[in-house]
C-alpha cells in the first residue's frame, strides 16, 4: 500500500479491567473499501469509534491522512460516521439534517444549498423530501439521508456501523448493491462494521476478521472464503465441514492422514495449507459445495465416508444435505445443485465423497 | 402517535369514556360554571341575593387594586417559572448525563423532599430565613455584618418558597425528556462537526422541550395559586391572588367577588397559557422516527 489513508499500529483499548481491543494494527488504502467483520463483542464497533474519536485509545499509535490522532476530536478528524440506528435529528428537516455538517463549517447559503441538492440526487432522493422531517421517510429513504450527512461535507473516510442490519432483506439488497456503485462513483474511503460476513464479501476490498479483540485475518473476500487462516474464520461465512485429520511435512506440501476415510492417505499442496497452521486440531475445510454423493465406483484419490441422511433442507437453487458420518461429531453438510428430483431421502444410507487434494489444511 | 376518528355510535367507545367525561362535567364544569353564574349575585347583610346584576364586574373593573394583585400573581409566577427551569435544567442535565454512582440516591432524595408535605417544608424556611435564623447565623460565621439578610415577611421570600416547592416538577419532566434522548445524536452532532456547546443548542436542548414546556406549565399554574408561601413567608405584607379570593369568601363574606375573581385569575391563566401552546405549536411538530 502506497498511501494508507488510514494507519492504525497496536491499538489498544482498555474499558475499566477488561480488554477490548489487544493490540489490533490494520492499514487502510484511500479509496479502499474495508470491512471490519466479527461476532458481538470481537471489537470491532469499538475499533470503528476509535478511528471516529468517539473513544481514546488506550495505547498503539492511530493516524489519519498521515496526521498523528491522539486527542483529536471527532470533529476536526477526516472520517463522518453512519450510525447503525442512523440518528438523524428528528427536530430537523432532510434538508437541516443534511446541511447540519456544512452550517457547522459556515459554508455560505447558496454553495450549501447546491450540495445538498446534489447529495439528494446521488441517493436518488426526491426534491419535496427536503422539507420533510425524518419520521416522514420509509426506512430505506432515512437510510439515504444519513448517508447523504455523511457525505455532504466530502470526508476522507466514511465509517459505517451496521447501517443496515435494521432493514428487511430485499431492501438490504438494493443498499448493499448502491452502497457499493457509491463508493466506485466517490473514491472516498469506507470502513464498514459488520457482523455479516456475506455482506463484508460482496462488498468489500479487503475483509479484517475479528475475534475479541484481536484481528484473525485480514485478506480480499477471496483469500477470506477459500484461504482462511483458521476454523474461525473458515466457519464465520456459514456453515461448512470440517474433516480432523494428522498431518506431516512432506516435502512441498503436507501429508494428510484421515483414521476416518479408508484409504484416508494423500498429499496436499502447500497452496491449499493455511499458512498460519498449528499442531492443534489439524482439519481439512471441505466447503458443502464441494461434496458429492456417490453412487457406484468413486473417483481415483476420491475420499469416501458412509453415513445415512439426517435431514433435507430444499433452498431453491441448491438442496442441501446433512448426512451424519459415524466418528463425526456434526453432521456433514451437501449444497447440491437443486433438483426437482432429491438423490436420497431421509434415514438412507449414502456414501459421500470428495477431492481431498481441493481441500484446505487448517488448524483451530 | 396516531389520533383515531371514533364514532358516537359505537357503545364500547362510548362506554369507555362515558366515565372520565361524567367525572370530569361533575367535578369540573359544572363547578366552573356555578362559579361563573355566582359572579351575578349580589350580596345584602352578608347574605346572597339571587339576582342578575352586573355589580361585582362593575366593581371588579373599577378597583385598581384587584388588577395590582392579579398583575403581581402573574409576575410572580412567570419569575417563578423562570427560576424553577434555571434551577431543574442543570439540576436534570447532571442527574441524566453527568451523575452515574450516586444517581439513586439522589433520586430518592429528590423524591423524599418532594413528597415531604409542602406546609411542614414551608415553615421549615422560616427557621432558615429569619433575622436570627441560620441563614444569617452562616453568614455572620463566614465573616458577614449580622443580620445582613432580611428575606423573612417579604416578597423574595416567598419566591424562595415557591420555587423550592415547585422546583421538583419541572426537575422531573426535563429529567425524563433529557433521558429520551439518543445519545447518538450527540455523537452523530460531534461528528459533524459541533463543539460540545453548539450540539447542547442544536440537539440536547431543541429536543428536550415537551419536558422544558411541560414543566414550565406545571410550574405557572401551580404558582398562580400559591396560598401557602405568600401567607408563611411573604406575611400578608404583599398577598397574590389566593389571598384575595380567600378574604373576599371568608373574611368579607362576599361570595360574587370572590367567583368574579377566581374567573379573572382562570381566565388570565388559561390565555396566557394559549399563547405559550400557540407560540410553542407555530412550530411544526418534533416528529418522531417509529420504534
Known amino acids: ?34 470491512a471490519l467483520v466479527g461476532p458481538s463483542g470481537c471489537g470491532k464497533t469499538t475499533l470503528l469509534k476509535i478511528l471516529a474519536g468517539f473513544e481514546e ?45 456544512l452550517k457547522l463549517q459556515k459554508v455560505g447559503k447558496t454553495e450549501a444549498n447546491g450540495r445538498i441538492r446534489a447529495m439528494l440526487d446521488l441517493m436518488h432522493l426526491k426534491p419535496d423530501y427536503l422539507e420533510r422531517y425524518p419520521a416522514q421517510l420509509s426506512g430505506g429513504e432515512q437510510q439515504r439521508v444519513a448517508l447523504a450527512r455523511a457525505l455532504v461535507s466530502q470526508p476522507g473516510v466514511l465509517l459505517l456501523d451496521e447501517p443496515m442490519s435494521a432493514l428487511d432483506a430485499k ?29 463484508a464479501m460482496m462488498l468489500a476490498d479487503r475483509i479484517c476478521v475479528m475475534r475479541s479483540g484481536h484481528v484473525v485475518q485480514v485478506g480480499t473476500p ?41 484409504v484416508g492417505k494423500t498429499t496436499i499442496a502447500s497452496e491449499h495449507v493455511s499458512p498460519s497452521l498449528s499442531a492443534k486440531g489439524t482439519a481439512l475445510l471441505v466447503r458443502p459445495e464441494t461434496i458429492r454423493f456417490v453412487k457406484g465406483d468413486a473417483a481415483p484419490g476420491e475420499w469416501v465416508l458412509d453415513g445415512h441422511v439426517e435431514e433435507y433442507f430444499i433452498k431453491g437453487a441448491s438442496t442441501q444435505y446433512r448426512v451424519r458420518v459415524h466418528g463425526l461429531d456434526n453432521a456433514v453438510i451437501l449444497d447440491l445443485p437443486g433438483s426437482i428430483v432429491l438423490p436420497a431421502a431421509v434415514g438412507e444410507a449414502v456414501r459421500i465423497g470428495f477431492d481431498p487434494t481441493q481441500a484446505f489444511l487448517l488448524s483451530e | 402517535m396516531r389520533i383515531e376518528r371514533k364514532s358516537w355510535n359505537d357503545p ?69 417559572v423562570v427560576l424553577t427551569v434555571l434551577i431543574a435544567f442543570p439540576a436534570a442535565y447532571a442527574l441524566a448525563t453527568r ?69 421538583a416538577y419541572p426537575m422531573f419532566t426535563i429529567y425524563l425528556s433529557l433521558v429520551r434522548i439518543d445519545r447518538d445524536l450527540m455523537l452523530a452532532a460531534y461528528d459533524a462537526g459541533a463543539s460540545r456547546i453548539r450540539t447542547f443548542f442544536e440537539v440536547t436542548l431543541p429536543l428536550s422541550r415537551p419536558g422544558l414546556y411541560s414543566g414550565a406549565v406545571l410550574v405557572f399554574v401551580l404558582s398562580l395559586g400559591a396560598f401557602l408561601e405568600p401567607k408563611v413567608l411573604g406575611g400578608g405584607t404583599s398577598p397574590l391572588a389566593s389571598e384575595l379570593i380567600r378574604q373576599s369568601f371568608e373574611t368579607r363574606v362576599n361570595w360574587p367577588l370572590g367567583a368574579a375573581l377566581t374567573m379573572v385569575l382562570i381566565t388570565i391563566g388559561a390565555l396566557m397559557l394559549a399563547a405559550c401552546a400557540a407560540f410553542v405549536l407555530r412550530r411544526p411538530s418534533t416528529g418522531r422516527r417509529p420504534a
Open chain 2, 99 to 167: 451523575l452515574k454512582t450516586f444517581k439513586t440516591q439522589i433520586q430518592i432524595l429528590i423524591i423524599f423532599a418532594f413528597l415531604t408535605d409542602a406546609v411542614l417544608k414551608t415553615f421549615g424556611w422560616i427557621l432558615i430565613l429569619d433575622k436570627n435564623g441560620v441563614a444569617n447565623w452562616l453568614l455572620m460565621h463566614l465573616g458577614f455584618p449580622p443580620e445582613m439578610l432580611n428575606l423573612l415577611f417579604t416578597p423574595t421570600g416567598t419566591m424562595i418558597g415557591m420555587v423550592y416547592n415547585l422546583v
Open chain 1, 222 to 262: 477471496a483469500d477470506i472464503y477459500y484461504r482462511p487462516a483458521n476454523m474461525f474464520v473458515a466457519g464465520f461465512i456459514g456453515e461448512t465441514n470440517f474433516l480432523p485429520v494428522t498431518a506431516s511435512a512432506a516435502g512441498d506440501g503436507m501429508a494428510v492422514v484421515s483414521p476416518l476415510v479408508a
Open chain 1, 171 to 199: 431492501l438490504k439488497k438494493s443498499l448493499q448493491a448502491e452502497l457499493k456503485k457509491l463508493h466506485r462513483e466517490l473514491g472516498t474511503s469506507f470502513v464498514l462494521v459488520t457482523h455479516d460476513l456475506e455482506e
Open chain 1, 57 to 101: 485509545p488506550t495505547g498503539g499509535h492511530l493516524q489519519i491522512q498521515g496526521r498523528d490522532m491522539r486527542g483529536v476530536p471527532a470533529a476536526s478528524r477526516p472520517t463522518r460516521m453512519v450510525f447503525q440506528k442512523l440518528a438523524l435529528f428528528p427536530h430537523k428537516t432532510v434538508a437541516e439534517n443534511i446541511g447540519f455538517p
Open chain 1, 1 to 34: 500500500m502506497a498511501s494508507p489513508i488510514i494507519d492504525a499500529s497496536g491499538i489498544v483499548k482498555d474499558y475499566g479491567t477488561a480488554r477490548a481491543l489487544h493490540g489490533v494494527s490494520l492499514q487502510i488504502g484511500t479509496g479502499e473499501f474495508v
Open chain 2, 12 to 80: 364500547v367507545f362510548v362506554a369507555t369514556v362515558a366515565p372520565l367525561a361524567l367525572v370530569m362535567v361533575a367535578f369540573f364544569l359544572v363547578p366552573l360554571l356555578m362559579t361563573a353564574v355566582l359572579t351575578f349575585q349580589t350580596t345584602q347583610y352578608y347574605r346572597l341575593v339571587w339576582t342578575w346584576d352586573l355589580k361585582i364586574w362593575t366593581e371588579v373593573f373599577s378597583k385598581p387594586h384587584y388588577w395590582t394583585i392579579m398583575m403581581r400573581t402573574v409576575a410572580m409566577a412567570l419569575i417563578c
